[in-house]
């Protein structure tokens, strides 16, 4: 007896059974069956992206004349129903119709045709076609798939969907936490603080003055972030198997960059040189490197305001972030700096995650092809999406809410020893470092010793242990 919820579809390998209602077909079914690794399937952001490639492909082979052509000619009407069904992919109305794991054939075969066959489906449906017929009047090879390599297409729908994920999501969470940043460094620039190097204390400076230079970092990361865009906007389309083209028409790689720049609004271009293009995905390890620049600055700024929010009684105290959660389960009242250690961990994350592009980049191309691409596709569209979704937070969360805490800032300047540097032109290095020591022996603080030994006039020690004239070049 049959089983209704199945159905059976033949391929170049023989008969295969498959879901009754699935838009996919025998190739994604045995690929589903032969990498039954981790369950987890690729991104969606990247289906969507080899949606919008191939209804480029779609449009640019239309243009050349070849779908209503050649052997198999479609008709205008199945050329509109191939295009619709490539836009409805893009939108993500497939996205539970890819269910091949992560961890599949290098070159990412097996999803390039599980596309081509939920578009073929689709498109013979809305063409008022069987979709469930074994003869396919729009073929996922022939139609679908034409002028393409699955070894050109899927590092271009990588790249497509990393640039859009940077462009999209990550610039715009990156740039609004800089002018967060930048707007409280003006708004705290007269709050009086020590500074630290070494964790040691150091001359002061501003809390504005500090928080300038956290924004900055910021800022830097926004130019990385458009950096690592830059790095991915040559596609491989149209090198097809190895880089000769063969199987396509010469102006096809073009017409496809043209059509996915004016969609995307992203410049991208087709490849220089076919050949590097298919064979190693260097521009995709040069994007991640820029991400992982901006993950250090994260963890550096994050980790920074961490410290200078720790207390309230036995710690800096210097910034007071906001309460969002209790922070112990055994500690009444006590509140933890959630935000800057979830922003921390992402960093940790993507820094790993760069380890996995390097090593695949590095490794996984021989010859004609890197046989490492799906990973790296997965793997870099976590770290955007772990960033932008991190640094959005943290934002949010965190930086918004942010106040100074001018008493606990000014009331360490006071008792630094670092204040003595102030004295290095009026008595030189080896004394002051003595009156340094001694104020640390005795517990005294800089000024009360220098006025008991008498080292400078009381106008010139004001002058000299002034901390705002520490907090500049000297006029």
């Keep these: 007896m049959a089983d209704s919820a199945y159905r059976v579809e033949r391929d170049s390998m023989g008969e295969v059974r498959l879901p009754a209602a699935a838009y996919y077909g025998p190739q994604t079914q045995r690929a589903v069956e032969n990498f039954p690794?981790?369950?987890?399937?690729?991104?969606?952001?990247?289906?969507?992206?080899?949606?919008?490639?191939?209804?480029?492909?779609?449009?640019?082979?239309?243009?050349?004349?070849?779908?209503?052509?050649?052997?198999?000619?479609?008709?205008?009407?199945?050329?509109?129903?191939?295009?619709?069904?490539?836009?409805?992919?893009?939108?993500?109305?497939?996205?539970?119709?890819?269910?091949?794991?992560?961890?599949?054939?290098?070159?990412?075969?097996?999803?390039?045709?599980?596309?081509?066959?939920?578009?073929?489906?689709?498109?013979?449906?809305?063409?008022?076609?069987?979709?469930?017929?074994?003869?396919k009047p729009i073929h996922p090879n022939d139609h679908v798939n034409m002028g393409q390599s699955t070894n050109d297409i899927f590092p271009?729908?990588?790249?497509?969907?990393?640039?859009?994920?940077?462009?999209?999501?990550?610039?715009?969470?990156?740039?609004d936490a800089w002018k967060v940043l930048d707007g409280k460094a003006r708004e705290w620039q007269d709050i009086l603080k020590i500074g630290r190097t070494h964790l040691a204390d150091a001359t002061p400076l501003t809390l504005g003055q500090e928080f300038s230079g956290l924004a900055r970092m910021l800022e830097l990361s926004v130019r990385r972030a458009e950096r690592a865009v830059d790095a991915v906007l040559e596609l491989p389309a149209g090198g097809t198997a190895v880089g000769s083209g063969i199987n396509t028409h010469p102006a096809f790689g073009r017409r496809v960059a043209e059509l996915l720049a004016r969609e995307t609004g992203i410049p991208f271009r087709e490849a220089e040189n076919h050949f590097e293009a298919n064979a190693q995905r260097d521009g995709l390890v040069e994007c991640h490197g820029q991400l992982r620049a901006v993950a250090v600055t994260l963890f550096h700024v994050a980790n920074n305001i961490r410290f200078l929010g720790s207390g309230p009684r036995c710690g800096y105290y210097e910034v007071i972030l906001p309460d969002l959660q209790p922070g112990s389960s055994i500690m009444?009242?006590?509140?933890?700096?959630?935000?800057?250690?979830?922003?921390?961990?992402?960093?940790?994350?993507?820094?790993?995650?760069?380890?996995?592009?390097?090593?695949?980049?590095?490794?996984?191309?021989?010859?004609?092809?890197?046989?490492?691409?799906?990973?790296?596709?997965?793997?870099?569209?976590?770290?955007v999406r772990l960033l932008a979704g991190g640094v959005a937070a943290f934002t949010d969360k965190a930086l918004r809410g942010l106040k100074p805490n001018p008493e606990a800032c000014e009331a360490a300047v006071e008792k630094s020893l670092a204040l003595v540097t102030g004295l290095n032109p009026y008595i030189g290095y080896e004394r002051a470092a003595a009156i340094a020591k001694e104020a640390f022996r005795r517990g005294k603080t800089i000024r009360e010793v220098c006025r008991e030994q008498k080292v400078l006039p009381e106008d010139k020690l004001a002058e000299a242990l002034d901390p705002r004239r520490m907090i500049k070049p000297l006029d």
């Design 332 to 383: 009444p009242g006590k509140v933890n700096p959630v935000m800057c250690e979830s922003l921390m961990q992402v960093a940790a994350r993507v820094l790993g995650n760069d380890h996995t592009i390097a090593f695949a980049g590095a490794t996984g191309g021989q010859f004609q092809l890197n046989i490492m691409m799906p990973v790296m596709a997965d793997t870099a569209l976590e770290s």
């Design 37 to 135: 690794i981790s369950g987890r399937r690729l991104p969606g952001e990247l289906i969507r992206a080899l949606g919008l490639v191939k209804w480029a492909a779609a449009q640019a082979n239309h243009a050349l004349g070849r779908l209503t052509a050649g052997p198999k000619p479609l008709t205008e009407a199945q050329v509109q129903a191939l295009l619709q069904a490539c836009r409805e992919t893009a939108a993500g109305r497939f996205d539970d119709q890819f269910p091949v794991d992560v961890y599949q054939t290098g070159s990412g075969t097996s999803t390039n045709m599980n596309a081509n066959e939920v578009i073929a489906n689709r498109a013979i449906e809305l063409s008022g076609g069987d979709r469930f017929r074994p003869e």
């Design 156 to 175: 271009t729908a990588t790249h497509v969907a990393v640039a859009v994920g940077i462009r999209e999501r990550l610039l715009p969470a990156l740039t």
